[in-house]
């Protein structure tokens, strides 16, 4: 049977009329169709497995659904099997929508299933600083590290059951958007939420072996490619680099495979922003992602851009050729740094 391994401090971290609204969506709903975006990572993969294991136990039919396929990296998840990629006959009296604030992040689902998603309630939770919120509900918590911890402060605060799969899941949410536990997102709250779901059975090992120990060897031959093709600027203060479908042949790799590119780049000596650029089967389309140091604020730039994200880990997608985009991209990201560099060379002469 499944318990609700309650902790007494975090039981009333979220705001508890949302929560109320929130109960009030799903204790009526029957057919529960729960989003994850698109190009799925593992807190939106591991928060809508999660969420939907514990409403199993409330009797409800759950159906995750995702744009994209779940990628191999992620089949340990148990129910990764469950996820569609498409709404299919559209009957459910409920949509959660989770892990991003605005319907055009589902991608082809939101394209495909416009008209339905315009009628049918929907219940937005997320942890993006940038995300506006689409739901009739919308639960926003900027200061859980995923959506998977917001989602472990929900199962406290509504006493929803906690079965070890749903626990197993929302742990890889929190260890995928943490680096496991060694990002600056990393909070007390974040640890003991990672702890409840131990607690119910979780195993870390069983997530952080197959994501961050384990890799297919033509995933190391396309990081050797974006690291060979890498550049600096700025003093090494910025650095990029690119992957594109030749990229991918050469290295024999997937593009599911680039995942852990950019927060290497991020890791080299000095570097204060790492930029990832890709174009993969859409020439007119490229995708950036920024990893920062503060104070850079990688959200605040993609922004502009049209994406969103968070302060040190963020990303858009700009309808331009690759080799248009980026060189555009990358000398407003060097105006950037030197723009901080002249505010804090500034912060140093006046202090």
């Known amino acids: 049977m499944s318990q609700t391994y309650l902790n007494p401090t975090l039981t009333q971290e979220l705001d508890g009329l949302l929560v109320q609204q929130a109960m009030a969506m799903i204790q009526p709903a029957r057919r529960i169709a729960i989003l994850a975006h698109e190009r799925p990572d593992g807190d939106c993969l591991g928060s809508a497995l999660g969420l939907a294991h514990m409403l199993d136990q409330l009797g409800k039919y759950c159906v995750p659904v995702c744009a994209d396929v779940v990628p191999p990296s992620f089949h340990f998840l148990p129910g990764h099997e469950r996820f569609h990629t498409t709404l299919g006959d559209e009957q459910f009296d409920l949509v959660i929508a989770l892990d991003a604030g605005e319907l055009y992040r589902f991608g082809a689902l939101a394209e495909q299933h416009r008209d339905f998603l315009a009628r049918v309630p929907i219940l937005n939770m997320d942890h993006h600083v940038s995300s506006t919120g689409c739901g009739q509900v919308n639960i926003i918590d900027t200061a859980s590290a995923a959506t998977a911890e917001l989602l472990v402060l929900f199962q406290q605060q509504a006493h929803l059951p906690l079965t070890g799969e749903a626990a197993q899941c929302l742990l890889t949410g929190m260890i995928t958007d943490t680096g496991s536990f060694q990002y600056s997102n990393t909070s007390a709250r974040t640890m003991e939420s990672a702890a409840v779901t131990i607690r119910a059975g979780a195993n870390a090992e069983t997530t952080v072996k197959p994501l961050f120990r384990t890799y297919p060897l033509a995933k190391l031959r396309l990081q050797a490619e974006v690291f060979k093709q890498a550049q600096t600027a700025c003093g090494g203060r910025l650095i990029w680099s690119y992957a594109d479908d030749a990229?991918?042949?050469?290295?024999?790799?997937?593009?599911?495979?680039?995942?852990?590119?950019?927060?290497?780049?991020?890791?080299?000596?000095?570097?204060?922003?790492?930029?990832?650029?890709?174009?993969?089967?859409?020439?007119?389309?490229?995708?950036?992602?920024?990893?920062?140091?503060?104070?850079?604020?990688?959200?605040?730039?993609?922004?502009?851009?049209?994406?969103?994200?968070?302060?040190?880990?963020?990303?858009?997608?700009?309808?331009?050729?690759?080799?248009?985009?980026?060189?555009?991209?990358?000398?407003?990201?060097?105006?950037?740094?030197?723009?901080?560099?002249?505010?804090?060379?500034?912060?140093?002469?006046?202090?």
């Not at 593009?255 to 570097?271: K, N, P, Q």
């Open 247 to 351: 990229t991918l042949i050469t290295a024999g790799a997937t593009a599911d495979m680039d995942d852990s590119c950019v927060g290497t780049l991020r890791d080299v000596e000095g570097v204060l922003v790492a930029a990832f650029f890709k174009a993969y089967g859409e020439p007119q389309i490229t995708r950036i992602s920024l990893r920062t140091y503060e104070p850079f604020d990688a959200a605040a730039f993609c922004m502009r851009l049209g994406g969103g994200g968070h302060p040190r880990a963020a990303g858009a997608t700009v309808n331009r050729p690759l080799a248009e985009a980026m060189p555009e991209i990358v000398a407003q990201l060097a105006e950037e740094c030197q723009r901080l560099a002249s505010l804090d060379a500034t912060d140093t002469t006046h202090s």
